[in-house]
Antibody, heavy 119, light 108 residues
């Protein structure tokens, strides 16, 4: 079954870091770009960046530059999103999403990982 | 960055109604426009890509149209499972991929 399975919910303190994983199954991770999108409580969808799992190349939204790192481990078909210096407004559900093709739509999504920032 | 504006922000409709949601881009995006459906507590689901192409497995009551800056998503004969929030997304001038603010379709 083609799917993306993400790691579980996290609670972090302000200033800490969080690493969310996204395991691909049923297809080759390095065949498609992987994106990360987040959604704050009651808010819309916000694109964070992408990683080319084949090369490891990344591109991050300007808003997250310097705080986000996207990596992958192709041996276990898993992509990762690491967000540092967490603030209360980083509380959100974080999704990984597969891109169909270059400059295209996101056709497969993970189930989401809730990250709560609380002191 | 290209801004995407959806209208309305919410609407109430009855089962069997025809519903149309519009999305406007701040500049021309050709047909690089995608539509997603999101139900509470769930991940978004791709419905339409390239403005009018139906994603595999999506019911034919969903259709998309438009090009340039103005687009629409139409649901003919709204079904109970269609009550959700719908987002448009441009994939023309990327990065960044940008989304509309969403349209919530509620039961009248």
């Amino acid at each position: 079954q083609v799917q993306l399975v993400q790691s579980g919910a996290e609670v972090k303190k302000p200033g800490a870091s969080v690493k969310v994983s996204c395991k691909a199954s049923g297809y080759a991770l390095n065949g498609y770009y992987m994106h990360w999108v987040r959604q704050g409580p009651g808010q819309g969808l916000e694109w964070m960046g992408w990683i080319n799992p084949n090369s490891g190349d990344t591109n991050y939204a300007q808003k997250f530059q310097g705080r986000v790192t996207m990596t992958r481990d192709t041996s276990i078909s898993t992509a990762y999103m690491d967000l540092s210096r967490l603030r209360s407004d980083d509380t959100a559900v974080y999704y990984c999403a597969r891109e169909r093709g270059t400059g295209d739509a996101f056709d497969l999504w993970g189930q989401g990982t809730m990250v709560t920032i609380s002191s | 960055d290209i801004q995407m504006t959806q209208s309305p922000s919410s609407l109430s409709a009855s089962v069997g109604d025809r519903v149309t949601i519009t999305c406007r881009a701040s500049q021309s995006i050709s047909t690089y426009l995608n539509w997603y459906q999101q139900k509470p507590g769930k991940a978004p689901k791709l419905l339409i890509y390239a403005a009018s192409s139906l994603q595999s497995g999506v019911p034919s009551r969903f259709s998309g149209s438009g090009s340039g800056t103005d687009f629409s998503l139409t649901i003919t004969s709204l079904q109970p499972e269609d009550f959700a929030t719908y987002y448009c997304q441009q994939s023309y001038s990327v990065p960044p991929w940008t989304f509309g603010q969403g349209t919530k379709v509620e039961i009248k």
